[in-house]
């Protein structure tokens, strides 16, 4: 009984490593504003809205934090970054462009309201 516990962790292990890689990364935002420790964002995506801890990423794809809160009206829309530890806030300029896996990415049309279709009510 040991022994297939002792693979079941080993095959977790393996797959939480394996998530940590990302292969299909977008652009996501630009800084727009630091507040202590977080970055603010301006969204980039075309009708596309990140998940909430979606992970970010720089331009060479190394993951600098996760989108902590989506602010403002549904067609202008920023976010907010919580950085990872050792990452300083102020060390980012006005012209930096930041990215985020497509994957973690839910379409606009989902937050929008819909049209009621008259033969789904019959």
Avoid: W
């Avoid at 331009?59 to 976010?79: A, H, S, T």
């Amino acid at each position: 009984m040991g022994f297939f516990k002792k693979n079941k962790r080993q095959s977790f292990n393996r797959n939480y490593e394996g998530e940590v890689q990302c292969n299909n990364i977008i652009l996501g935002g630009t800084f727009y504003k630091h507040c202590e420790n977080d970055l603010l964002l301006k969204n980039e995506l075309e009708n596309l809205v990140p998940y909430f801890n979606g992970r970010i990423f720089l331009e060479n794809k190394e993951e600098i934090g996760k989108v902590d809160e989506i602010l403002g009206p549904i067609n202008e829309f920023y976010f907010s970054v919580k950085l990872k530890e050792g990452i300083r806030a102020k060390s980012f300029s006005s012209d930096t462009h930041f990215f985020i896996d497509k994957s973690q990415t839910l379409p606009l049309s989902r937050f929008l309201p819909q049209e009621k279709n008259s033969q789904s009510l019959k």
